[in-house]
């Protein structure tokens, strides 16, 4: 009997809460929607060249990655190259392998010798 009771005052505090979340969410998107509503056409064209200068800069970070070996899936014989790939990039996902591993035949990439470097942007 308690653990019901238990249970149901932890529902009725947890939907209280989602209840006061969705309320702020709500006042938030309906603020934002009036600024919008009440723009002008100077301040809309302002809005569309910040918003096509952002669009500008993450093409030309992408440009920048793809550069950089990003999205590509390589093998790097050597560490000092492994070190020298590693530091040009903030974010790397490497694959550290043996050959002697099972699942390294397995997955049939037992040709290569050291390890794989996986490059992405987010």
């Known amino acids: 009997m308690e653990a019901d009771a238990s249970v149901d005052m932890f529902s009725k505090v947890l939907e ?4 006061q979340t969705t309320k702020l969410v709500e006042e ?3 603020s934002e929607i009036q ?6 056409e100077d301040e ?3 809005l569309k060249e910040k918003r096509l200068e952002a669009l500008r800069k993450a093409q030309q970070q992408k440009q920048e990655w ?3 070996g990003h999205g590509e899936y390589r093998e790097i014989p050597s560490e000092r190259d492994f070190f020298q790939e590693v530091k040009e990039s903030k974010k790397v996902v490497c694959h550290f392998y043996r050959d002697s591993t099972f699942r390294v035949s397995y997955l049939g990439i037992r040709s290569f ?3 794989m470097l996986f490059s992405f942007s987010s």
């Open 16 to 19: 209280n809460q989602l209840l």
């Open 28 to 30: 938030h998107l309906d």
């Open 35 to 40: 600024k919008l509503d009440q723009m002008d």
């Open 44 to 46: 809309l064209e302002r």
């Open 66 to 68: 793809l550069s950089k």
């Open 113 to 115: 010798s050291s390890v």
